[in-house]
């Protein structure tokens, strides 16, 4: 069974930097699409950061885009997403997504498995 295991997440003033790791188990994550959603209260999940299987593929959303850098470590089974200049409407929770078929992309409806979230609170 798969099991995806956000962490870094927390309270950071704007302006900030987080660095958040997804640590996957259960399936080594070399062949592995992945991505980074986010949701904020009374919002939809929206997409933030991809990543294709071979890692030699990025894409991000229009906000992330020069502020994060999406990356994987195969040899650790994690997946990074480092945040840089952090703003308040970075404010939400953050999921990891993984999907076996090596598709992944940018909607949430390309990824079969999902961590549990963790939240990133940004201060003004």
């Known amino acids: 069974q798969v099991q995806l295991v956000e962490s870094g997440g927390g309270l950071v003033q704007d302006g900030g930097s987080l660095r958040l790791s997804c640590a996957v188990s259960g399936r080594t994550i070399s062949n592995y699409a992945m991505g980074w959603f986010r949701q904020a209260p009374g919002k939809e999940r929206e997409f933030v950061a991809a990543?294709?299987?071979?890692?030699?593929?990025?894409d991000y959303s229009d906000s992330a885009k020069g502020r994060f850098t999406i990356s994987k470590d195969n040899a650790k089974n994690t997946m990074y997403l480092q945040m840089k200049s952090l703003k308040p409407e970075d404010t939400a929770a953050y999921y990891c997504?993984?999907?076996?078929?090596?598709?992944?992309?940018?909607?949430?409806?390309?990824?079969?498995?999902w961590g549990q979230g963790t939240q990133v609170t940004v201060s003004s």
């Open positions: 990543i294709s299987w071979s890692g030699d593929s990025t």
């Open positions: 997504a993984a999907d076996p078929y090596k598709i992944g992309g940018l909607s949430a409806s390309g990824y079969d498995y």
